[in-house]
């Protein structure tokens, strides 16, 4: 690489004059991203943590089931004890208000801005790679490590409740009972489904991430429209909106544990995700791509 | 992040156009259904009778939706699918969603939504259960077995469906129709409207306007599919505001196709509490006297008295034990006054006082009691407490008399 390319490579706009990447480039950036997202201590106690949650509802639960104080709680927290498939859902629901956008908050408003104040990132843009992959690298690593995180919650949730209360017959919210096979695959099916309720966070936190120097900056933001989100849905005076808001399906999960699955109610939160990703995911290519990066 | 390769010689401002133009897109994918659904339809003309009579002639269609449902009845708030998960109560007030099958006779099920929650009543030809997955309790209600055999000869109205408006019970003969508009017609103006689209179909609306000024209502506009004449939408204005209906239920998606039996199929789950209720079935003679005609020989009942007429109707049952009816059971009627809150079980109620305390402070969810409610719901008058909304006025006198009317609430104080 001629010191001309290393200039072209930084200066910003014009990432047009980088040569093109050799074949196999884009691969091998997005496996050294992967390692750096889950190879990280701090994002590996994070799942850890998560992971713990279920194991900690479930043996609550456990030691307390037949005691008077053994009811209420989030929802079906008094099914799990029935069926230990049921503690998946709960400690998903648990962690969906807070914990979750929590976490991937952290790891994706550290994608880009972490990169910058360790001052490693202009030495990033040096490599022969257009900014727009390097940010899709980055993207796909904090998607991945989104995924991982509802599956820490989902297998942990899974092996404790089975440990603790075995698996059986599912009753569905609608009264109807489905064999445990089905019951395992819509299970499946909300895991599914509460991963790509994350995409749109994970845009988000990307976008925040590409704005500023300071992680910690764009970690709080993330983390600050998620609740906000939430608390905008709690206001019946903006049922206007409430439709577009970032949090607004996510409990449309439930969907998944009734007598007929309507895929429409689903579709619509997957499609408003799919909008957030849409956008924010346009409004960080934009800022990374044009972006003066000096440190 | 596909855009790779065009993005190569873009500028920075053309750059910073890619997250408007994406924006653009994605707020017209949003809008672009709604605006097409809005499309006006051309249905020909109708009469208000032409209409009753489509409406009664139409046999009753196997259909599956969804019914918005929304009460602005200014009742006080209750948050209530928040701490206990979807529950009738929700009616009340707020938007409910609520799913219904039905195999246009005798089979039909209704699920009211709440997120995580669901309320059900299914029906099952002579038998219905209702299940809520908040409590995980199921009401199975059974005809018992010398009604069995008189129940093929009732006409399902004789039932209390979980969602009368749409769930098909339409009177058969068509002459109802002509009787029907000639009863309205003595206290009521009946038109069609202008010609709709509800849930995406095109739909006549026959509006109902009460000649009075002595009733709550303002204003009836019933939306009928043009093609298969079921109701699809009711909306129901008060005197009180014009402009948005205080009563509006509707499809917001609609299938004329028979559902899948497996929906109509439903066994109490293992684990749930199960009550069994045996249900009366009404005397055939009593049946005859639905006809709208008599709503007089409602007064045939015991104890009940009908004053006004049409819109102004007021109805009055007299020995209502109201709160026996609230508390369930002796005991939970005892401990009602000076109790917030009450339980089934006396070991459920010391425990819910050791771990509440003093201060009132409660732990977890509280159960809602009917008691409660009912204070909340209502207000003290000199005659009773008395409930107000924007529809309908009740009013419980201290002696044991219910009095009811979509009539302000001062009519029924002068009654009382």
Redesign the interface.
């Known amino acids: 690489m001629s010191l001309a390319d290393l200039a072209a490579a930084e200066r910003?706009?014009a990432?047009?004059e980088t040569p093109a990447p050799p074949r196999g480039a884009f691969g091998r950036l997005l496996r050294s991203e992967l390692r750096l997202v889950l190879g990280r201590r701090r994002n590996l106690v994070l799942l850890v943590g998560l992971a713990l949650v279920p194991v900690l509802l479930g043996t609550v639960l456990f030691v307390t089931r037949d005691t008077?104080?053994s009811?209420?709680?989030p929802?079906?927290v008094?099914?799990v004890t029935?069926n230990g498939l049921f503690l998946v859902l709960t400690a998903l629901?648990a962690c969906l208000p807070l914990l979750l956008p929590l976490v991937i908050g952290i790891v994706s408003g550290d994608a880009v801005a972490g990169e910058a104040q360790a001052g490693t990132l202009r030495y990033l843009l040096l490599l022969p790679v257009?900014r727009?992959?390097l940010?899709?690298a980055k993207?796909l690593a904090v998607l991945v490590f989104a995924a991982c995180t509802v599956l820490a919650i989902a297998l942990s949730g899974l092996v404790t409740g089975a440990a603790y209360f075995g698996i059986g017959?599912v009753?569905l919210?609608?009264?109807?009972?489905v064999s445990a096979a089905e019951g395992l695959a819509r299970t499946a099916g909300i895991v599914a489904y509460v991963g790509l309720s994350l995409t749109g966070l994970v845009a988000l936190g990307l976008f925040f991430s590409t704005l500023t120097e300071v992680p910690v900056a764009a970690m709080a933001a993330t983390v600050v429209v998620a609740i906000v989100s939430g608390v905008l849905d709690a206001l019946?005076q903006l049922?206007a909106i409430h439709g577009?808001l970032l949090t607004h399906h996510w409990?449309?999960?439930?969907e998944l544990?009734?007598?007929?699955i309507?895929l429409?109610v689903l579709g619509q939160g997957l499609?408003v995700q799919g909008?957030w990703v849409?956008?924010f995911?346009?409004?960080a290519?934009?800022r990374f791509?044009?972006a003066d990066v000096s440190s | 992040?596909a855009?790779?390769a065009p993005?190569?010689?873009l500028?920075?401002r053309a750059?910073?156009a890619?997250?408007a133009?994406?924006?653009a897109?994605?707020a017209g994918?949003?809008v672009a259904p709604s605006v097409i659904a809005s499309a006006s339809s051309d249905l020909p003309e109708l009469t208000p009778a032409e209409l009753l009579v489509k409406v009664a002639e139409a046999e009753p269609v196997p259909l599956s939706g969804?019914v918005v449902y929304t009460a602005r009845l200014g009742l006080p708030d209750l948050p209530l699918s928040e701490v206990q998960?979807a529950s009738p109560l929700d009616l009340l007030g707020?938007?409910s969603t609520i799913?219904l099958?039905s195999d246009g006779e005798d089979r039909s099920r209704a699920?009211l939504?709440g997120?995580?929650?669901?309320f059900?009543v299914?029906r099952d030809g002579p038998q219905a259960?209702t299940?809520s997955?908040?409590d995980?309790e199921?009401v199975h209600y059974t005809v018992d077995a010398d009604d069995l055999e008189r129940y093929g000869e009732l006409d399902d109205a004789a039932r209390s469906g979980a969602a009368p408006e749409v769930a098909g019970d339409l009177p058969t003969p068509a002459e109802a129709a002509d009787a029907l508009l000639a009863y309205a017609a003595l206290s009521t103006d009946v038109s069609v409207g202008t010609a709709t689209q509800v849930a995406g179909r095109d739909a006549y609306q026959l509006g109902l306007v009460p000649r009075t000024d002595g009733t709550l209502v303002d204003r009836v506009l019933v939306a009928v599919d043009a093609e298969t004449s079921a109701p699809l939408r009711v909306q129901v204005w008060a005197t009180g505001d014009t402009q948005t209906p205080a009563l509006e239920v509707g499809f917001t998606?609609v299938s004329f196709t028979a559902p899948?039996d497996?929906?109509f199929d439903?066994?109490?789950?293992?684990?749930?509490t199960t009550t069994e209720v045996e249900v009366p079935l009404p005397d055939p003679a009593d049946h005859e006297g639905t006809d709208p005609e008599d709503l007089k020989d409602l007064g045939a009942f015991d104890g009940v008295a009908v004053s006004g007429f049409g819109w102004e109707t007021v109805v009055e049952v007299e020995g209502v034990d109201i709160e026996g009816l609230l508390a369930g059971d002796p005991a939970a009627a005892t401990a009602l006054p000076g109790m917030d809150r009450s339980f089934g079980s006396e070991?459920?109620q010391d425990?819910y006082g050791e771990?509440v305390g003093e201060e009132g402070t409660v732990?977890?969810?509280p159960e809602i009691d009917a008691a409660a409610l009912y204070d909340q719901l209502t207000q003290e008058v000199p005659e009773g407490r008395l409930l107000t909304s924007a529809l309908l006025s009740v009013l419980v006198t201290d002696d044991g008399r219910v009095l009811a009317g979509a009539v302000p609430a001062e009519v029924l104080r002068d009654l009382a």
């Open positions: 910003p706009g990432p047009a008077a104080i009811a209420g709680g929802p079906f008094d099914r029935g629901v257009p727009t992959r940010l899709a993207a017959d009753t919210l609608s009264g109807d009972t019946p049922s577009a409990l449309d999960v439930g544990l009734r007598t007929q309507d429409g499609a909008a849409a956008i995911g346009a409004l290519w934009s791509t044009t | 992040m855009s790779t993005a190569r010689s500028s920075p750059r910073w890619v997250p133009g994406v924006a897109v994605v994918a949003f969804t998960g707020g938007s799913r099958w699920a939504l997120s995580l929650s669901e059900s299914v259960w299940y997955s908040s995980d199921v998606d899948d497996a929906v439903f066994t109490a789950p293992p684990g749930a070991g459920a425990l771990l732990p977890g969810v």
